[in-house]
Nanobody, 120 residues
Framework: QVQLVESGGGLVQPGGSLRLSCAASGSIFSIDAIGWYRQAPGKQRELVAQISSGGNTIYAGSVKGRFTISRDNAKNTVYLQMNSLKPEDTAVYYC??????????????WGQGTQVTVSS
């Protein structure tokens, strides 16, 4: 199994910034798409941002222009820089990685989640 460890969540005031990190470890042959989802209380989990192995990115419309996703392939780590945070960004943020443990063994794993709270 691939382990995903998230960090960087916390409490921030509206308009503030946070940077989330997610480090993947374990039996990894390659990581294709890796990204962030979030789930607010009473709502479904939704895609926030995703980045491919080639650097192509996808963002939810609600975070475009405020959030930036990046990855360090040498460290198997993905980052989410979140600026101009709003109370509606409050949620548990989950890292998701998709790739291969070996040439023929695909994986799709989740981190444990990190809480982001935007409040004054």
């Amino acid at each position: 199994q691939v382990q995903l460890v998230e960090s960087g969540g916390g409490l921030v005031q509206p308009g503030g910034s946070l940077r989330l990190s997610c480090a993947a470890s374990g039996s990894i042959f390659s990581i294709d798409a890796i990204g962030w989802y979030r789930q607010a209380p009473g709502k479904q989990r939704e895609l926030v941002a995703q980045i491919s192995s080639g650097g192509n990115t996808i963002y939810a419309g609600s975070v475009k222009g405020r959030f930036t996703i990046s990855r360090d392939n040498a460290k198997n780590t993905v980052y989410l820089q979140m600026n101009s945070l709003k109370p509606e960004d409050t949620a548990v943020y989950y890292c998701n990685a998709n790739g291969y443990r070996s040439v023929y063994r695909a994986f799709s794993d989740w981190g444990q989640g990190t809480q982001v709270t935007v409040s004054s």
